[in-house]
């Protein structure tokens, strides 16, 4: 995607989650009404700034016992106070007008990935965080049997490219 992206003149950056430093969400709920996390700042504030800045994200994860991993789980966790706001009534989303792509990739084979919720629901929890940010979702890509058939096919290209197209 990334290649895809960077030929039609987008800006493309990436973040390798399993890179950052940061410690989990102690859930002590602070950061609801001070609008920043109470534990020391690591890379959780600079991933936010990097989303705030953004017009569009691709979303990413392999999929870990049928949801994302679990430093996936903890990185969006510490930016709930920057994703969405907290209202009496709904939660107002603070990403709204930024498009998003989600991906999903498993080792369990088509169709079995989503017959038994594998990539799908990865998607299901990315879907659940964009939606809640405000993020305007443009398309969902499940890749299964990646043990099998490791490497992108012509087929899985093309959908990165009107994904991609989506984008702008």
């Not at 965080?129 to 992108?152: C, D, H, N």
Request: proline letters at 6%; charged letters at 30%.
């Amino acid at each position: 995607m990334r290649n895809e992206a960077e030929s039609k003149n987008m800006m493309v950056e990436s973040v390798n989650i399993m890179d950052l430093e940061m410690k989990p969400c102690i859930g002590c709920m602070a950061c609801r009404t001070k609008e920043k996390c109470v534990l020391p700042e690591d890379d959780t504030v600079r991933v936010l700034e990097k989303l705030r800045w953004a017009d569009a994200i691709v979303m990413g994860s392999p999929c870990y016992w049928g949801n994302i991993p679990g430093q996936m789980k903890v990185l969006f966790d510490r930016l709930v106070y920057g994703m969405m706001h907290d209202t009496p009534r709904f939660p107002e989303p603070l990403m709204k007008g930024k498009k998003c792509i989600l991906v999903s990739t498993c080792t369990t084979p088509w169709p079995f990935n989503i017959w038994f919720k594998q990539s799908r629901g990865a998607i299901r929890a990315m879907r659940e965080i964009s939606r809640y940010a405000g993020f305007k979702i443009v398309k969902e890509i499940e890749r299964g049997g990646t043990m099998i058939k490791p490497q992108l096919t012509e087929k899985d290209k093309q959908k990165c490219r009107k994904a991609i197209a989506k984008l702008k």
